[in-house]
Structure formats: structure tokens, C-alpha cells
């Protein structure tokens, strides 16, 4: 999910009574919500593609939710004595617990990968001891209900607290209605793949913004791939992506050790060929495909020659 949202939901479990347990308690949480995606300093070292192959990976697998929260728990920590030899610790802060902030830190960051997990982009959960991806297809990577929900609750919770309120209870019944809404989201996604009849080797229940009630199914098996729109309402149709799909050898395009063709395919859920307008090929997954945007989450095959694939 988006950093916003990971941001709310830390800010949601301070308000609903976390925040007390010790000095810097929200930093712990809001921080630790969002440091699993230091992985994205990647970017600064990775060429084109590369970086779907390393995203969603070490940062968000079991080691890390340990030791991340070890070291912002240490660093909060070391922040606030440190403003206390400067004499610039705030004189409202209550004492400062490492436990306390360990703790908040470990569930604020354990709350990231199970939101990453509830889109089709995926997250590997188990690495480095597995580099199996893991798919939710439950919410759009960036959910504008969510950010109204938390967002108001929080702000809400504040205002009350401010002015001597009871605070706890909106953030925390806020929760209990995302988790209601997260609840229903799968639904929809798990009936609409049931919907379709496809007996394709993938079907994925895509969820689209806004209008969280629909899901894109892209439904295939490796070189084909069609899609379509469903709502709850209404009848399932599908038409095959306008491209002309080529004919490939992913063993062999694999054992060329390209770095940019291996991240992708290591990434790929949907993986598909379209021959380009030079003859060539342009490697794309389907999740992601957007003929408004061709190269998006593509990687261009020049010297290889697209092949018709064999009639059905």
C-alpha cells in the first residue's frame, strides 16, 4: 500500500490508547509502519526494471521485522536522551521505555507487509528463507476510502483529546470498521474469480480505484492473456488484450543472465510477450499492462524476433 496509508494506521493504533505506553510511542509506530520500505533506496544503485526484483523483499520478511524495530527503537531512544543532555527534551514527553518502544515499533512495522500483502502486486513474506510472492488481490494499492476513514478518525481522535474528550474510542472503532471493509474487499475479489467459469491456469480479481465494488479479472495462462470488468451486479465479460502476443522461450531467455529480463521474470505474475512495432519483442505483465502507458513495467528485447503463437 501507499505511504499514507501505512502512516494512518500507525497513527490509528496510538490513538486507540497505544500512544500511552511510553514517551515517542507514535514516532515508534508511524515510523515502524513505514520503515519496512527503506527497500526503496534500491532505486539509487538498480538500472530500469531491476527494482520489482528486489522491492517487497528482505525489508518485509521475518528478520527484519525484528531487527528493524531494534534499530528504531534504538534510535528513538537514543534521540530522546540525547535531547535530554541538551536540555530540549519537551517537558510534557512521559519517560521513555525501550521495551515500550521496541514493542510499538515491532507491531507498527508487522502492520506494513499485511497491507502490502492485500494487492496483486505481492510481497514476499518469507525472505530470505523463501522467495515465494504472496498475492491478496483485495484493495488498490492506493485506496481513497481507507485514507477517508482513518483519515477523519484520526483527526476526530485528536480534536477530542485535544479538548479533554474520549479519543480512544473513535480510532479504535475506525479500526474495526477498516478490518470490516478490508473484510469485505475480499469477498468480492474471492466471488468474482468464481464468477468467471475460467479454468485458465491464473486468474486474478484486480481491484480498480475508487469504485472498490468492481475488480479487473485477468484471466490466462502463460503468452494469453484476456480481461475484463465484473461487478457484484452484473455479469462477467472478458475480450483478449489488443496486442499481438509472441511465441517465447522464458527457460532459454532466462539462461541469457540478463539482469533486467531476470528481475522481471522473477517478479512477473503475468507474464506476456507483445511484438513491438520493429519486429521485436517487449516483455509485459499482465497485471500492469496500461496501452497508455507502453512502457510501463515492460523490459525491450531488441535482438529477439517475435514468433506468431501456434493457433488455439
Known amino acids: 500500500m501507499d505511504n499514507l496509508t501505512h502512516s494512518l494506521v500507525g497513527a490509528l493504533l496510538g490513538q486507540a490508547g497505544l500512544k500511552r505506553k511510553t514517551g515517542l510511542a507514535m514516532s515508534a509506530l508511524v515510523i515502524g509502519a513505514n520503515i519496512p520500505d527503506i527497500d526503496a533506496a534500491c532505486l539509487l544503485w538498480l538500472e530500469g ?5 528486489f ?32 536540555g530540549k527534551r519537551p517537558e510534557g514527553r512521559v519517560p521513555v521505555s525501550f521495551k515500550w518502544l521496541f514493542l510499538l515499533a515491532f507491531i507498527g512495522c508487522l502492520t506494513h507487509p499485511a497491507l502490502d500483502w492485500l494487492n496483486v502486486y505481492g510481497v514476499r513474506l518469507l525472505e530470505p528463507f523463501s522467495s515465494q510472492w504472496f498475492y491478496g488481490d483485495t484493495l488498490f494499492i492506493i485506496d481513497v476510502w481507507l485514507w477517508a476513514l482513518m483519515g477523519f478518525a484520526t483527526w476526530f481522535s485528536l480534536r477530542r483529546e485535544k479538548r479533554g474528550g474520549e479519543w480512544m474510542r473513535p480510532a479504535r472503532t475506525a479500526i474495526v470498521v477498516a478490518l470490516g471493509y478490508i473484510g469485505l474487499n475480499g469477498a468480492i475479489s474471492a466471488t468474482s474469480k468464481e464468477w468467471t ?29 484476456a ?3 465484473v461487478e457484484p451486479w452484473d455479469r462477467y465479460y472478458t475480450a483478449p488484450f ?11 531467455l532466462r539462461a541469457r543472465r540478463d539482469g533486467q529480463v531476470d528481475a522481471f521474470l522473477f517478479w512477473s505474475r503475468a507474464p506476456f510477450a507483445e511484438r513491438a512495432e520493429d519486429g521485436s519483442v517487449i516483455l509485459r505483465d499482465a497485471r500492469f499492462y496500461d496501452p497508455r502507458v507502453r512502457d510501463r513495467f515492460s523490459v525491450a528485447l531488441p ?9 488455439e
Open 55 to 86: 522491492r517487497r523483499g528482505i525489508t518485509h520478511g521475518p528478520p527484519a521485522m525484528i531487527l528493524l524495530p531494534l534499530l528504531l527503537a534504538g534510535l528513538l531512544w537514543g534521540f530522546d536522551r540525547w535531547q535530554a543532555k541538551r
Open 242 to 252: 489488443d496486442v499481438e502476443f509472441c511465441e517465447l522461450d522464458y527457460d532459454q
Open 49 to 53: 526494471i531491476e527494482h520489482v526484483g
Open 303 to 311: 535482438e529477439v524476433r517475435c514468433e506468431e503463437l501456434p493457433a
Open 227 to 229: 480481461n475484463g470488468f
Open 197 to 225: 467459469g475460467w479454468r485458465g491456469e491464473t486468474v486474478i480479481s484486480s481491484p480498480v480505484p475508487i469504485l472498490f465494488w468492481e475488480r479487473e479479472l485477468i484471466v490466462g495462462s502463460r503468452d494469453r492473456w
